[in-house]
């Protein structure tokens, strides 16, 4: 596996990767790993290369996991203001991206709130492109570092029963998650309540289910969503008490997956709201802080990755 | 209730099985021990009731109920509209929830189940509002009240005029397969009319309420079902290409069910005759071509619930010229004789027209009265089913008496009411 030649130029998302692409990052994500903690946290593998963060969704730990996998591997990194930026003086995204592609950098991480812009900004650019995100389509390196999270702890995720709860039709991350691991091999469910559920949602390769007790009946690992503010005032859910009531994840309700069943979340979490704090904050079950540290390693993996396979920047200019 | 009763002698019917034969019913501790030909003066007992020959049945269940408490209890209380219900053997009935406030919270439906407990003689069960204030912007805590014990949600008689909110509370009411009421109604077509469109409210000079006001409601309201999978009650449909919809619907894998209001089955157009206040209702009278499609309908057994939709309005809201009167009309202590009345001259069997007040709306929102069963709570109503009377309003309990059977004859009295295996209600 060490031989083999990752295909892709940009990680766009989850849809379009093979197992090998898949594990492939997730052998050097673990490598990275270790790297990350020893005292020296320094590689070289991207010395004189440059990684340009592009949010134009507000982001801290994503931006900053991104900036530190960056900075480990010796690359400049420049992270653009896009608050203060000409994007908040009318140019179009197009402009932006001629903009900065005019500057070569050899690897563009893009965060955008509108589903297909990453997409549309990797056709107009020479250097490699990584999908933070883009509204409610993918977000590809969440799914890879929750992955390698759950792998390191359960060793094969082939045949593991795990579930993804709450709102689902909003979340890049249950799209990116549920390729993710149908592509490893696990069985995945869908927990959410009907207005949350997205159409042919169960086309998706998962079961999905309304009621979170049948749901996560006999789960390894479940995964929790974060609700967003504005889904709880009365036009996809009456209000938080009753998503919680029905979709929080509580003692009660974890005691309806397997004993030992593992706990994640990508974060910021509503405490009291999709999760009980004694569950987020468990020693032995919650793996949300792990997660964390996955998604630098990850990113490192895919960041080393991209660059080798990123053309000779201006090439096509000359 | 301990000790047994033997009701014997009676004409014995029970819609949910066709039952109709001679026979009683047993009733030990409030349940129905035993039920059929085989209870007789003999049978033991501590307590027999000789019924005469008389109709036994099963306490009539009515899915649409409005009284004033809270917040207009002028009108009607929980304890008054308990007695008119026990008057017209009505054993159960569901409350709107279109008071003041507006019963769209846990603590209220709570409320409205304490409090009738305590005060009514009869079952109380209460709805909740779809959307928080009935104002058809956000969804009420529906799982919450579900689990409160409100038998179904509906925005009353202030339809949810945006197709997007009501889509979305379908859709998350599907997730606790929760019962949507809808009455079908398009404001922008009937705001401010008296009643039915046509040639006679022209020749009155009034305003009218065109047919498609119901027909485009109820035809948005079947897709929005079949989409989110709700079960849907299109509640007090009243023309015959609404009940067509509904059965189209039906075929089609919908889970839909309808009801409809007794004076839909009960009167035309021509009886708001002489610009009638008590007539005013809504959906108004229609023309008799649907109403004869509702009776048909009714024999064919396509109608799920006929409700009395009582909504007690006071002297001062309905002594005011038709355009200005409230809308409304009791019909508690007439839903039976309306319903006998309709069977008597239509020729409809006692266990099919009954139907839709007992097993039909018990089975909707599973309960288990509603039928003459072993087990089931002695519930139960004896009535003289074809002994002629007018209606006075004068003689109604309720604290409303704005009845448009008012001077009308009718076939069919209740004789005694049982809740539980108690007498609630005795015709002196």
């Known amino acids: 596996m060490a031989d083999y030649a990752f295909p892709h130029r940009h990680l766009l998302g989850i849809e379009g990767l093979n197992r090998l692409d898949i594990e492939t990052l997730l052998e050097l994500g673990d490598r990275y790993v270790e790297l990350n903690r020893r005292r020296v946290k320094h590689a070289d593998v991207l010395a004189g290369r440059t990684l340009v963060n592009l949010f134009f969704e507000n982001s801290t730990r994503t931006q900053g996991s991104f900036e530190i996998a960056g900075r480990r591997l010796g690359a400049d990194v420049v992270t653009m203001p896009i608050a203060t930026s000409s994007v908040k003086k009318g140019e179009t995204l197009i402009d932006t991206a001629m903009t900065l592609n005019a500057m070569r950098p050899d690897l563009l991480v893009i965060r955008h709130g509108s589903s297909g812009a990453v997409k549309l900004l990797s056709r107009k650019v020479d250097c490699g492109v990584i999908n933070a995100g883009d509204g409610t389509h993918e977000h590809p390196t969440q799914a890879l570092l929750d992955a390698l999270t759950i792998r390191r702890r359960v060793g094969d995720i082939g045949g593991m029963r795990i579930a993804i709860c709450g709102d689902i039709l909003h979340s890049r991350v249950a799209r990116s998650n549920v390729a993710c691991l149908n592509v490893l091999g696990a069985e995945v469910r869908l927990i959410a309540p009907r207005t949350l559920t997205p159409p042919g949602a169960a086309e998706w390769g998962a079961e999905v289910f309304t009621d979170m007790r049948k749901g996560l009946a006999g789960c390894d690992v479940v995964m929790m969503l974060r609700l967003q503010q504005e889904r709880m005032d009365g036009a996809y859910l009456p209000s938080a008490r009753e998503y919680f009531h029905f979709w929080g994840l509580d003692e009660d309700k974890l005691s309806h997956a397997n004993p030992g069943a593992f706990v994640m979340h990508p974060g910021p979490m509503n405490r009291g709201v999709e999760i009980e704090s004694g569950i987020a904050d468990h020693k032995t079950r919650s793996l949300i802080t792990e997660q964390v540290e996955m998604g630098v390693a990850i990113r490192m993996a895919v960041l080393e990755t991209l660059a080798k396979n990123a053309p000779d920047i201006g090439a096509k200019n000359q | ?205 009034l305003r009218g309420a065109p047919l498609e006001a119901e027909w485009i409601a109820l035809e948005r309201d079947l897709m929005l079902a079949e989409t989110t999978g709700v079960r849907l009650l299109a509640d007090c449909i009243s023309t015959a290409r609404s009940l067509a919809a509904v059965e189209r619907a039906r075929k089609a894998g919908v889970k839909v069910s309808c009801s409809v209001a007794s004076y839909s089955l009960f009167f035309n157009e021509l009886d708001v005759g002489d610009y009638l206040t008590y007539c005013k209702v809504q959906p108004p009278f229609r023309g008799e071509a649907d109403r004869m499609a509702l009776i048909d309908g009714l024999k064919r057994g396509a109608i799920d619930a006929v409700v009395s939709a009582h909504d007690p309005q006071p002297t001062e809201d309905k002594r005011l010229p038709i355009a200005d009167a409230a809308y409304g009309a009791v019909g508690l202590e007439t839903l039976l004789p309306a319903l006998l009345s309709i069977a008597l001259r239509e020729e409809i069997p006692l266990a099919v027209a009954l139907k839709p007040v007992t097993s039909g709306p018990a089975d909707l929102l599973g309960l288990p009265q509603g039928r003459l069963a072993k087990g089931a709570p002695a519930d139960l109503v004896l009535f003289d089913h074809a002994a002629p009377w007018a209606c006075d309003r004068d003689d109604l309990s309720s604290r409303s008496k704005n009845s448009p059977f008012d001077g009308r004859r009718l076939e069919g009295r209740v004789l005694r009411t049982w809740v539980n295996g108690a007498t609630v209600f005795e015709r002196g």
């Open chain 2, 1 to 205: 209730m301990s000790g047994r009763t033997v009701i014997y002698n009676a004409r014995v019917i029970d819609p949910a099985t066709g039952r109709d034969e001679t026979g009683g019913v047993l009733i030990e501790n409030g349940v129905i021990a035993d039920v059929g030909a085989g209870i007789a003066k003999t049978t033991a007992g501590d307590v027999k009731i000789d019924a005469r020959g008389k109709a036994l049945a099963p306490g009539l269940i009515d899915l649409r109920v409005k009284t004033g408490e809270p917040g207009s209890e002028n009108k009607e209380t929980l304890a008054t509209a308990g007695d008119a219900a026990a008057a017209g053997g009505v054993t159960t009935f569901v409350v709107m929830p279109d008071t003041n406030p507006v019963i769209d919270s846990v603590a209220l439906v709570d409320f409205i189940t304490r409090r009738a407990e305590s005060v009514a003689k009869v079952k109380v069960l209460p709805t909740a509002g779809l959307t928080v204030g009935l104002e058809g912007l956000k969804m009420a805590e529906i799982g919450l009240i579900r689990e409160a014990g409100a038998a179904f949600f509906t925005n009353g008689d202030k339809p949810v005029e945006d197709a997007g909110v009501l889509r979305r509370a379908m859709s998350y009411a599907a997730s606790f397969d929760a019962l949507v009421a809808s009455r079908p109604d398009t404001p922008a077509l009937s705001m401010n009319t008296v009643m039915n469109a046509g040639a006679f409210a022209a020749r009155l000079g």
